[in-house]
């Protein structure tokens, strides 16, 4: 089986399963030999922040020479992103391998009425490849939920984390955030440990409470005021951390955003709880790892000349990041914006807090069955009183946003361009960006 041949064998088939549980994966992964019991994990569900959390985690746990695999969802660059191990994507060879030899028993459980999902295969993979390269800790992301989402087939994790929730899937999840709060706690094992982002909508603490006195856990939260910002801007920002304890330590992180500060302190916290279960991670492994975490399309930087963000903001949580960056960074400049978004997001909220801030708005398709119209986006945009176009084209859309950048600027302040909306968006605009601006920041 070839690389191409695995990742069509995957795509084929459902993308969600034809009834909520877990008793299939389970079975899957038991099938194949059960990796998941022979490795450890930090588990981390949450609405917004968890990707970015996970390759932090990951990437200072490599730089403490722990061999680190990390399972992300959804993937920006290309398919092979979601399984890493040490910052490197797996092999396509290997993939192609655990494909075939794993398939057969998909095949076998759908003879038998036991339907797998993309997600589970994708899973069950990536669990078969950490086994075989004896990861030391795998860092694991959820991808839909918590509760019933097929990552939550492990034991108790070595520390399960709960980041930031907001309104998103609501239809899955509940339409309150304290409902999408206790589906993201069923990550929480007997047993365990919790570390809680630090600042949440009324109602999701004591939901995670409940959820962790109830199942034995010790609950840290990871409080904002540990954070001091001591300098910001495109390239990421400089802050310092206080635990309380050991005093403040000076670090850096390249992720744009004061609520990647916030973030890095639910970072800390996992660390910390590592530490004390015997992972040897000095300040050094730290500084280094939050320095050099990479995570694209989450406030990412494509170029300085001009500025192009690219952020795969998609609900409200994410729209707020995003808009209090661009105020933060982008209020002295012009600015143009390419949008694209999925109908069944709150496209609405997500807009107020995003359309007022921009001169131009470019609206685009993404190339999803769920995409909103260019078209029905562009007239949502233009009930704000901000001039905007449909392109259909995404390249035409770069190209364009690019040359009135240029016509927008002046002596004193290049205009900039802001990329937001789907990360199945963000995958296209990304590659076509950085081709226009001859740059390579593809994951090696």
């Not at 095949?107 to 030391?136: H, P």
């Not at 955030?177 to 982002?197: H, N, Q, R, S």
């Not at 050991?246 to 970072?267: R, Y």
């Not at 001009?306 to 960074?329: C, Y």
């Amino acid at each position: 089986m070839t690389y191409d041949d695995a990742v069509k064998k995957i795509n084929s088939l459902l993308v969600f399963g034809s009834k909520p549980g877990l008793e299939r994966v389970s079975e899957l992964v038991e099938r194949i030999g059960s990796p998941d019991k022979k490795l450890k994990f930090v588990h981390v569900a949450g609405t917004n922040g968890k990707g970015s959390v996970c390759a932090s985690v990951a990437s200072v746990l490599t730089k403490a020479g722990y061999k680190t695999g990390l399972f992300i969802s959804p993937f920006v660059i290309e398919f092979r992103e979601r399984f890493q191990i040490n910052g490197r994507m797996i092999p396509k060879e290997t993939l192609a391998g655990i494909v075939e030899d794993i398939f057969p028993v998909v095949e076998q459980m759908k003879s038998e009425g036991k339907i797998i999902t993309e997600f589970e295969l994708v899973l069950a993979a990536a669990l078969r490849w950490y086994e075989m390269e004896n990861c030391d800790v795998v860092v694991l992301e959820t991808g839909l939920g918590g509760r019933f989402d097929a990552t939550n087939i492990i034991d108790t994790p070595l520390v399960s984390v709960i980041m930031s929730i907001s309104l998103d899937h609501t239809a899955i999840l509940g339409d309150t955030c304290e409902k999408i709060a206790f589906e993201k706690c069923g990550i929480i094992k007997p047993d365990g440990v919790t570390v809680l982002y630090g600042e949440q909508p009324e109602g999701v603490y004591d939901v995670v409470k409940s959820a962790a006195d109830e199942r034995r856990n010790k609950l840290i939260t990871a409080k904002p005021d540990s954070v001091t910002k001591l300098g910001s801007g495109l390239r990421g920002s400089r802050f310092a951390y206080n635990d309380g304890v050991n005093g403040p330590i000076e670090l850096t992180t390249p992720l744009i955003g004061d609520h990647q500060l916030k973030n890095a302190a639910a970072v800390l916290c996992v660390i910390q709880v590592l530490r004390e279960k015997g992972f040897d991670i000095t300040d050094d492994a730290v500084r280094e790892g939050l320095a050099e975490v990479k995570f694209p399309a989450r406030l990412e930087l494509l170029s300085e000349d001009p500025v192009v963000l690219l952020d795969g903001a998609h609900n409200p949580g994410g729209a707020a990041a995003l808009s209090s960056a661009v105020k933060e960074h982008l209020s002295d400049r012009k600015k143009v914006a390419v949008a694209g978004m999925l109908a069944d997001k709150d496209v609405r909220n997500a807009l107020s807090m995003l359309v007022p801030l921009f001169d131009y708005v470019i609206a685009v398709q993404p190339d999803n069955p769920r995409a909103m119209s260019a078209e029905e986006l562009c007239g949502i945009v233009m009930e704000y009183g901000v001039p905007a176009e449909v392109c259909r084209d995404h390249a035409q859309a770069c190209k364009k946003a690019l040359r009135l950048a240029g016509e927008f600027s002046d002596a004193d302040r290049k205009a900039a361009v802001v990329v937001f909306g789907s990360l199945y968006l963000a995958s296209d605009i990304r590659r076509i960006m950085l081709g226009l601006k001859g740059n390579d920041k593809n994951v090696q």
